[in-house]
């Protein structure tokens, strides 16, 4: 018998000992903290009068930093669908996993959701090299993930609802923005993994395309503090702009040593593609000041959905929390998947996906209206050019009129094709 089918057996043996429990004493969580007792199949877990979902998001490690916010999000969503009676007369419950900032614990945790917790869709991930990880898990279980990052594209599953930016809707554009605005010399700078790497092959022939310069490119491990080198790397090519990917705890290294030589943003301008508000808000706004982030949400978003988002985060979370785009990302996620749910009248992810790939299911979100492109399961989005102001928080600077198709693969460009932009593993 294989590992699978080993754990269907044990898990549904536990499962029935955890339901006769439950009738005599009664269980059940509908999302205000941590489920605990899983059931192994989503009929087993959607029986009753709740259904349960599984949030997958680094707790612990480098990425905590970021990922804590994404979690937080998806818990109001569901708060708040369960304060208006569910989705199809059922409660959310959630049963939550930490990543722990590594790709590997991602797969196994992803395993345990699916195959002994039973949940009926899955939101979590950030890095994409978490998201590859648990893709063929997704995959052989034909299960379904939600994942809420921008990210660079490249990748298309019907297992996965991508519901950040695509490559051609914050990558792509920044660069265009940054071309316009007259920068001619570049400096990559990213975390050593698979979303900076295939970035910056993108930006590197995106430059190059506009006879513009690439004058460096350097990489950082994920949970490096020292930066004085690659800084003096900075130095030597002087470029007119770093073009930054790193994520998590690597960028209040880097931005924090950049201060102690006091270099602001007019001495080194960056464009930030993983800097939120969250980040902001842990390295300084007095550091930050000035420099410039690619997105498809802030916080000083004006739209009448994002000023009741804003303040129904603050008040469950704090008021001195901040939203962010990967948060609004995660928010929108959980409202997606009740209205896939509710279009298909069903919890089975083929019937989800079916309702998905009508090209029908919207959700007027805090940025704006969202819809999930049918064919490749990403969303239309509006590009928001953004910039750090002193209050910490990041404000329009440019934005494109109208919400952009997705293009993951970028087949509408021909300097993408031209210079045979391919997915890193």
């Known amino acids: 018998m294989g590992k699978k089918g080993f754990l269907k057996i044990f898990a549904t043996v536990t499962a029935s000992a955890l339901l006769a429990t439950c009738m005599l004493t009664g269980c059940g969580n509908s999302g205000g903290e941590t489920s ?35 979690s937080d999000a998806e818990k109001l ?9 569910g989705v199809l007369g059922k409660k959310i419950e959630y049963q939550e996993e930490d990543g722990a900032s590594d790709p590997s614990t991602f797969a196994t945790k992803a395993e345990k959701l699916i195959d002994q917790d039973g949940v009926t869709t899955v939101f979590g991930c950030w890095t994409s090299s978490s998201r590859k990880a648990v893709k063929p898990v997704f995959e052989d279980y034909n299960a379904l993930l939600f994942y809420p990052v921008q990210y660079e ?8 609802v991508y519901t950040g930016a695509a490559p051609n809707q914050q990558i792509v554009p920044a660069i265009d923005y940054l071309i316009e605005k007259g920068y001619k010399k570049f400096f990559l700078l990213g975390s050593d993994y698979v979303f900076p790497r295939t970035a910056n092959e993108i930006i590197d ?39 930054n990917t790193l994520n998590g705890t690597g960028n209040v290294s880097f ?39 690619s997105w498809n949400y802030y916080q000083t978003t004006e739209t009448d ?6 303040a129904a985060y603050k008040d469950m979370f704090g008021k001195d ?11 929108d996620a959980v409202y997606l998947w009740k209205a896939a749910v509710e279009k298909a009248n069903s ?12 090209g029908e299911i919207s959700f007027d979100a805090p940025e704006g209206k969202v819809t999930i492109d049918g064919d490749n399961q990403h969303l239309y989005k509006k590009v928001i050019i953004g910039e750090v102001k002193e209050d910490g928080l990041i404000y329009q600077v440019h934005a494109t009129d109208e919400p952009v198709k997705p293009d993951p693969y970028l087949e509408t460009y021909e300097w993408a094709v031209k210079a045979g932009v391919k997915p890193l593993e």
């Open 205 to 243: 022939a995106q430059v190059k395309n506009a006879g513009l310069e690439v004058v460096g490119t350097e990489y950082a491990d994920m949970d490096q503090t020292d930066f004085s080198t690659i800084i003096s790397k900075i130095e030597a090519a002087k470029p007119d702009v770093i073009v």
């Open 77 to 85: 969503a569901i708060s708040e669908i369960n304060e208006s009676g």
């Open 153 to 160: 594209g490249m990748e298309s599953s019907s297992n996965i």
């Open 321 to 331: 929390r901040v939203t962010s785009d990967p948060a609004e990302a995660a928010y």
């Open 305 to 310: 959905t994002n000023k009741k988002f804003v």
């Open 255 to 293: 931005f924090k040593q950049m201060a102690e030589k006091n270099y602001t943003s007019k001495e080194y301008m960056t464009m930030s593609f993983s800097i939120a508000e969250e980040e902001v808000k842990t390295i300084g706004a007095d550091i930050l000041k000035g420099h410039m982030m």
């Open 36 to 70: 605990s007792g899983a059931s192994t199949a989503s009929n087993q877990t959607n029986s009753g009068e709740s259904v349960k979902v599984g949030l997958l998001h680094s707790l612990t490690g480098s990425m905590a930093i970021s990922e804590k916010a994404v």
């Open 347 to 358: 919890f089975e992810v083929g019937d989800i996906l079916k309702a998905i790939k009508s």
